[in-house]
């Protein structure tokens, strides 16, 4: 084992894997005996194809070039497809139309009006239709107007599908979900300017034999209430996800109202981004099983209804979703760790279980993947935060005594989500190399309860921030990081958390944006229907908002910003517009503080390609590396580092 200082380890570990990524997976189905999900091609465009295994084969793809199973509703999509009977029903990316696709055959078109968007179907097989949310584009300069609806189809006769309304008069639906006998339809529902993990409302309908819906009636739900994931039990009783005990936890909904089936301080829902989340399902006819999570790590859980009590199902998962649930077993998106992303099949009562498709071929030698640690630290307020830890680990390295690393503190985007511990090279191309890393789940973030989750309203850009720093702060104070050597890093709302820290602050010695926000104002230009109202809760209605745009945007105090930053940038954002980093960086250029700037033609707000992604990697590297003074072990690029005489080693 080699002797070298913290941050020069040579690293098995290259940008360019780290670049090449992962197969994207989501979205497990099961038909039958048959399970489906979703898988990304990055060699075909990154387009989203329909994969099929069953019979103990391995999964191939039934869905052929250049068919993309993506929905744009609520510009995040999910829940694009829909299997059953051998009958695959799926939204495509490029045109909004959609497909019915029978076994292996040709995909047919359904639909003919791309101004209709589709999302979250089920399937009324008794009347031969897909019953849908639908997002409407067809009025020019207006909002988009989402409906509930029913597309009368039949995947084998031909011709289009016939459109009728079912409900209307909310701003947004999701998660319409029929009884098993196909008398009752249960849906969500939410209304400006609440996100739904804010508020929404669970309504039932009687579907009537003609397919309408009578008896609307609401069971629950409202702006200080967020619902998810309605199901019904194989039965026929309506369970749903409510987070009004502060977590969110299953309830059954009987005549009185809810009731709470197994009451923990622990979430088994995620908000509400996409369409077509879950985390539970029944596993028999008096059983359900569940991924619930606590402080940021997840489980699976056999629940039985009758008892209400909860067993573990042991299996080495930290990180679970997408959960479908068969007779005695769950199909799950799973990773650990050490194991990336994967699609596995989950025997309940033994947590036996079998891989069918992974996201990454070839994992890096155990004595180089860093796995991440839990731990809580006291924030402002009296707070208390989250976040793990990963420290520096490589095989063939070890630190002169006495030394500690440099710290990464990594601000996850949303700024509603959560980071979790599972495998990414992301991370270990920093451990391997020497660095430690801090991955925060700041007051925000999911996977703590409502009112952490809610801790961030009115307060984006203060306790998050606060976060982070605290965070850093206490790995220094367990002496597990330099305190001299102290970065930090992110993109989009963890880019705007990290300018943040790095304007009003002055703990971090070095920061790294990518296309991170410095004019908050500017995301008004970002108006699509879901997210327009957003700032109401993350900032204030106006005309406070206004007061705080100024007070709270890193590009209106650029002057106080003394410390060496690095800002990506791609130049068909049309989220943080190029302006914004541009701007920043001429005002760092003019005050003497060191600055660099990477910007890439047809990259927007979040880099895609390949190749910007090694470059992007390989600067930063390199910026780190000229403010910390030491050289990497890896042969990079030089960046073109603007008052690099002004760097602090260059003034010693």
Known sequence: MSIAPYGTWKSPIAASQVAAGVTPLSEPRLDGAAVYWLEGRASEGGRMAAMRAQGGKAGSQITPMPFNLRSRVHEYGGGAYHVAGGTLYFSNFADNLLYAQVGDGAPRVLTQNGLHRHADFVLDAAR?????????????????RTTLVALTVDAEAGGAARESTLDEGYDFYA????????TRLAWLCWRHPLMPWNGTELWLADVQPDGKLANKRKLAGGPSESLCQPVWSPDGHLYVVSDRSN????????????TAICPMEAEFGRPQWVFGQAMYGFTGDNEITAIAIEKGICRLLRIGLASGEAQPIATPFSDLDGLVAGAGFAIVLAGSPTTPLQVVRVDVKTGKYAVLAQSMQKTPDAGTISAGTAIEFPTTGGAVSHAFYYAPKNKDYTAPEGTLPPLIVFSHGGPTGMTTPVLRLSYQYWTSRGFAVLDVNYRGSTGFGRSYREALYGQWGIVDVDDCIEGARHMVKQGLADGNRLAIRGGSAGGYATLCALTFHDLFKVGASYFGVGDLKGLDGDNHKFESQYNNSLLAPFPERNRLYLERSPIHHVEQLKCPTIFFQGLDDNVVLPSQSETMVAALKASGVPVAYMAFAGEGHGFRREETIRVTLEAELYFYSAVFGFKAADKLAAVEIFNAENLPLARS
Request: charged letters at 30%.
């Open 128 to 144: 031969k239709r897909l019953i849908a949310v639908r997002e409407d584009h067809s009025r020019a300069g207006q909002e988009a």
């Open 175 to 182: 998660a319409p979900r029929l009884a098993p006998d196909g």
């Open 247 to 258: 977590w969110w936890n299953i309830y059954r909904v009987d005549d009185s109202g809810l």
